[in-house]
């Protein structure tokens, strides 16, 4: 029997990774959670659970803003959104992650890559 610990992990092509906070300091009622979950159905009706233009989602239990919430995390483009709401995270999905475009109303941050 293989030991899994010993097994050279394998990562699936994808071409972005969403974080949500599903933590209760940016947002109350646990209103990350539930867009956690929403983003789950949303990847599948768009289409991009598999595939080229795959998307990796993550829940995190703090994402270090612990305010203006519910943030959710763009990467590799470092974008941020603060005040996610059902319909905001229907957007990014749609319009960010389906067609490249960012929700930009709903953008408090973006990565500031150091050069070299
Ligand atoms: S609890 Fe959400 S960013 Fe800290």
Redesign the pocket.
């Known amino acids: 029997m293989s030991n899994p610990e010993s097994l050279v992990p394998v990562m699936e092509p994808y071409a972005r990774h969403v974080l949500v906070?599903t933590?209760?300091?940016?947002s109350t009622g646990r209103k990350?959670r539930a867009l956690y979950a929403q983003l789950a159905a949303l990847l599948q009706r768009e289409e991009l659970l598999f595939g080229p233009r795959r998307v990796k989602r993550s829940e995190a239990p703090?994402?270090?803003?612990?305010g203006g919430?519910p943030?959710v995390a763009v990467y590799p483009e470092g974008v941020w959104y603060g005040g996610v709401t059902p319909e905001v995270l229907e957007r990014i999905v749609v319009e960010h992650l389906r067609d490249g475009r960012e929700v930009r109303e709903a953008v408090f941050h973006r990565l500031d890559p150091v050069a070299g």
């Open positions: 906070c933590g209760g300091f940016c990350g703090c994402l270090g803003v612990c919430g943030i």
